[in-house]
């Protein structure tokens, strides 16, 4: 088995350092369009068999150390009570938006692990096909950015409607975040019990608050689920904070044992400040995948250099490949993170 | 005369903190709807005396200690032959795209002195108006972030045109914002002279750059601009790079006198990468100004803490204040910073 990822998750000597692509399954790919015609995304998601073989293609097409299970960080919602709809050319639509008392405690915290069989399903399928070719890796969204949709609805450029719960109804925003803490930790666990081999834990949206409020209002509900996870399993875990330079030190106290980084942040400048505490993932910019070959050599080049004082280090993009990416490119940047970190 | 802005600008000794807020001149205003009504938004931008009225409107509403020309970052745009319109809804919309050599060859570089007359006259009458009771700050926007307006043909969630120009045909990205550059550099110099008694950079979108991109692609037309304004006037310089917390070593050596910071970045952490070589201007999350009084109070307080030893430090908003923000709260956040920061 290609253990590389897992390694290199855990600060331990690898032969070369591992790369995965946020998004590697997706749009990018002409043999995932063959696939997500059949249906909706939601559809896709919802179809053990379909979610696995587009879960495999970027294995195969790319080259990749890791796998990660498709699916989408809003789909544990839905069992809570929300309506979750993906409008072409729009984005999620969550109804209605919980923004009160009362749909706060309308919502449910079923038991994730019934709630949500065809993820679990998926996972097994995935431990089956890949063989142990590579790991696979699942996911769940941080709180903070799984709040973020249920209080607006959506995506959200400013999070008014978000911080203005937390900046005037504190008790409210913690007692929804309370909830969808409590689910997400038991999805998590419940994915890992189904066979992931190693946990993202997305924030999409962290970089939108202000370090204080990122402690108060953000953080302790990661926390909690790490130091849950960790009483059920020994997968590692990856904390993504999106755009949170600021926040790297909090985020290092998050338990996680891998950070993600996007590419704002100089991977030496994120070892200096918080050490060998973690290992790091990332983190190059996704449009610098078009970047000519020689060129996209010295950035990887680059990057790998500042990630040589680090306890670990996966290579990945700083955000999800983008869906007008050249497949060719992506396979290119695999091939060559393998070459230039061969040791 | 009101010269606290200036003097903090300069890091001269103040007896309180000054203030002024990004998009102070704006929707979350009756008093600016009313005149706002009255035409287009790129009416109102080109009629001098109703420019000019609702650019005074928060000076006496408010309290602030400096006032800001209204206008747009993207009306120099329009002369180098650009189409430019503000689509309800949908934010602005130039157009033709410029992508090519073609189109980077038809923009004009034209005398900005002539071009904007509408610009000048609004500050020739602001300055007649204010009577030096605040000063007043004419702006610009720093190259990167016109020129992504230009390429994109208006607002971009990830830049693919821009970068995909920088990365593939960096001669042609540099061809355009030299012509940018040399447009910026003429029109800061003549709202100068028109009577600005400070200029603000806006890089919008400078966050959305790896340090590596940003030094190469952005830093050093900001530098151009400002060293080229040195040659011609003394005025205070600020340079907000927006979400550039990264970015902070390196736009320190553009050569402004303050740097703009957002939310993102505590002051203390800014101040101890930088040092005294610039002022601050900063930094609490607009919706901060949501806050019941108690609260926002503690939060402007522990800014102001943060800020000590800055060599200077302006209290603003660390973006724009937004359309539904309660005036109310924006007057009393005034009144706080000048409190709480009284020496």
Redesign the interface.
């Known amino acids: 088995m290609n253990d590389t990822f897992l390694k290199a998750c855990r600060g331990e000597p690898v032969a070369y350092t591992p790369i995965w692509i946020m998004r590697q399954a997706g749009r990018y790919l002409p043999e995932y369009h063959e696939v997500r015609k059949l249906g909706t995304f939601l559809d896709l998601c919802k179809t053990p068999e379909r979610a696995a073989e587009v879960t495999i293609q970027p294995v195969d097409i790319l080259g990749v150390d890791a796998a990660i299970l498709f699916s989408d960080i809003l789909v544990p919602l839905e069992p809570m009570g929300v309506d979750l709809e993906f409008v072409e050319g729009k984005g999620p639509v969550l109804s209605p938006p919980v923004r009160d008392k009362a749909a706060v405690d309308r919502l449910s915290v079923p038991d994730m692990e019934e709630a949500l069989p065809y993820v679990y399903e998926t996972i097994r399928i995935l431990r089956r096909e890949l063989a142990d070719k590579v790991p696979l890796i699942g996911f769940a969204g941080a709180p903070f950015t799984l709040a973020t949709y249920m209080i607006e609805g959506g995506s959200s450029r400013?999070?008014?409607n978000t911080?203005?719960m937390m900046?005037?109804a504190p008790a409210l925003y913690h007692a929804l975040l309370d909830k969808i803490t409590a689910c997400t930790s038991r999805y998590l666990a419940a994915q890992a019990r189904a066979g992931a081999q190693a946990l993202q834990i997305f924030d999409s949206w962290a970089?939108a608050?202000?370090?204080?409020?990122f402690a108060a209002f953000a953080l302790p509900y990661v926390q909690r689920i790490i130091s849950e996870l960790r009483q059920e399993t020994d997968v590692p875990i990856i904390y993504f904070a999106n755009?949170g330079?600021?926040l790297l030190e909090l985020a290092a106290d998050s338990g996680a044992d891998v950070l993600g980084l996007d590419?704002?942040?100089?991977i030496d400048?994120a070892v200096r400040r918080v050490g060998d505490r973690v290992a790091f993932q990332g983190n190059m910019?996704?449009?610098?995948l078009?970047?000519?070959e020689n060129?996209l050599a010295a950035?990887i080049g680059?990057i790998l250099e500042q990630a040589k004082g680090a306890k670990g280090h996966i290579f990945n993009l700083?955000h999800g490949i983008?869906p007008?990416t050249p497949p060719e490119q992506a396979r290119l940047a695999v091939e060559l993170v393998h070459r230039l970190s061969s040791r």
């Open positions: 400013n999070f008014w911080k203005k900046y005037q970089g608050l202000a370090p204080c409020d755009n330079a600021t590419w704002r942040i100089n400048d910019d996704p449009i610098a078009l970047l000519p060129d950035r680059r700083g983008l007008d």
